[in-house]
């Protein structure tokens, strides 16, 4: 099982790369996103690495970071989210922006990705939901309490919340579901649990605008 590759980067094609380790180039396949990230040719390359063993095949999937490779395993594992699909969603929205939309339930953000109707984005984001190790609502609020700082692990805020109304509120004014559910965590998190729900909007609204 091969978990990891330091190299040489030999060559870079639409969705792939070869890595040259000791003479021997493996083909890698890659999001958009870490394939613009990469070095120039010759240079040093290091990637976590997923394998699929099929058996016609075996695939090597390449990842800049630790937090896309996990991402690509939560979402291979949803039901209709093959290795593709699972690197066209990582190819438009970073693991930071896709925590957020599944958190937020952003079906429409999930949608973006070549191969992803509205079906199998809300399958994604009902599914993966629970999952979530990063920014939400209740977190931010919990680390506010806490004294912690940055993103944490926790559930989303409770419907009927300030915080839910908040986010309700801004997507009425037009804003997207994710960018108002981010906006209101970082609120949150920046000021504490009990903010006013008027408040909060004028907030979030502000964080928004920046």
């Not at 209740?138 to 940055?150: F, H, I, P, S």
């Amino acid at each position: 099982m091969i978990a990891r590759l330091k190299g040489l980067l030999d060559e870079v094609g639409d969705d792939w790369l070869i890595v040259d380790v000791g003479g021997v180039g493996y083909l890698v396949f890659c999001s958009a996103r870490t394939l613009s990230r990469l070095p120039g040719r010759g240079e040093a390359v290091r990637l976590d690495i997923e394998t699929h063993v099929r058996e016609d095949h075996i695939h090597l999937y390449g990842f800049g970071d630790a937090s896309e490779r996990a991402w690509f395993k939560l979402l291979t594992g949803v039901q209709g989210v093959g290795a593709k699909v699972g690197l066209a969603i990582l190819s438009v929205l970073s693991p930071e922006q896709l925590t957020q939309a599944v958190a937020a339930g952003d079906k429409a953000a999930i949608a973006r990705a070549n191969g992803v109707g509205p079906k199998l984005a809300g399958r994604i984001a009902s599914e993966l939901k629970d999952k979530v190790g990063a920014l939400t609502l209740g977190a931010a609020a919990k680390a506010t309490v806490a004294g912690e700082a940055g993103p944490v692990g926790g559930e989303a805020a409770p419907a009927g919340s300030s915080a839910d109304d908040a986010v309700s509120a801004l997507v009425n004014l037009g804003y997207g579901r994710s960018e108002a559910f981010g906006a209101v965590a970082r609120v949150i998190q920046d000021h504490g649990a009990d903010v006013p729900l008027g408040e909060l909007v004028r907030l979030g609204l502000k964080e928004l605008a920046q």
